[in-house]
């Protein structure tokens, strides 16, 4: 029994030193068309990484001080998406009309949330927030199609990976708050089936080496921790789902980079 609580101590004692989620800041020098899809990659992840801080705060979680970050992730957020947007329309052909509607449309849906997330953490307000998310990342995916060559879309196949996991602990803590999620259990079995099948793809890729097929069957065991909290009757705690989604991001994120030094 002494060692058992000596093991928790030390788990808990590991989650308050673990550093909390930043923006990524838009590359100064050399930005070429890849670090720029891949930021706007991390347009799409990081949403979910703002989100995910707005629910620890309306479940009343002090871990890793989800205010304090997010009140600055949100400075951050708006200059890099100026930015990403800019750049793609400077880039984008006069022909791409979609494309550059998509990236202001992906703007206005940030502008919207951007409000809601300056503001105090509502249960009306959080389906609203990830709706619009999920809506912006559809939009900036479909404002980088004309661009993307089939390197670039391993790029983002790898966001979407990465995003399932923060997709399956928003959701149970949206709950853990007493939101009703519609179709809950739907759309995690979906989820869940949509990162398997994301995983095989990327598996199979010629962008991989040595390191980032090991870094992929990690990703897949870590991953099992999801689907056994999803079908769990146990009541987890915010702060390990918040840990084991973060830990799951900076997985991905190594695959992403030895993606992106091979990507044409």
């Not at 022909?95 to 849906?109: G, N, T």
């Not at 990976?161 to 709950?175: A, S």
């Amino acid at each position: 029994m002494k060692t058992l609580t000596q093991t928790f101590l030390i788990f808990f004692l590991l989650l308050e030193v673990l550093p909390a989620f930043k923006i990524d800041p838009y590359p100064i020098k050399n930005v070429s068309l890849t670090e720029v899809f891949s930021m706007n990659c991390l347009q799409m992840t990081q949403s979910q990484q703002m989100l995910k801080a707005y629910v620890m705060i309306g479940v009343k979680s002090k871990f890793q001080d989800p205010q304090k970050h997010l009140t600055q992730a949100i400075i951050d957020y708006d200059k890099r998406m100026y930015l990403v947007r800019e750049y793609f329309h400077s880039h984008l052909n006069s022909s791409d009309i979609e494309a550059k509607a998509s990236f202001d449309k992906a703007l206005e849906l940030w502008k919207i949330n951007k409000k809601m997330l300056e503001t105090s953490p509502t249960k009306e307000n959080v389906l609203l927030i990830q709706k619009n998310f999920l809506e912006m990342i559809n939009k900036l995916l479909e404002g980088t199609a004309p661009l993307a060559t089939a390197d670039l879309e391993l790029i983002s196949l790898t966001g979407k990976l990465c995003r399932k996991p923060m997709e399956v602990t928003i959701d149970y803590l949206i709950r853990m708050w007493g939101v009703e999620v519609k179709e809950y259990e739907k759309h995690i079995e979906n989820t869940i089936a949509e990162y398997h099948i994301n995983l095989k793809k990327l598996s199979k890729n010629k962008l991989n080496n040595e390191e980032s097929q090991k870094l992929l069957i990690k990703a897949k065991n870590e991953f099992k921790f999801f689907e056994f909290m999803y079908r769990s009757k146990t009541k987890f705690i915010p702060s390990l789902l918040s840990k084991k989604a973060d830990d799951n991001f900076l997985i991905i994120r190594k695959i992403k980079q030895i993606y992106k030094k091979q990507a044409h």
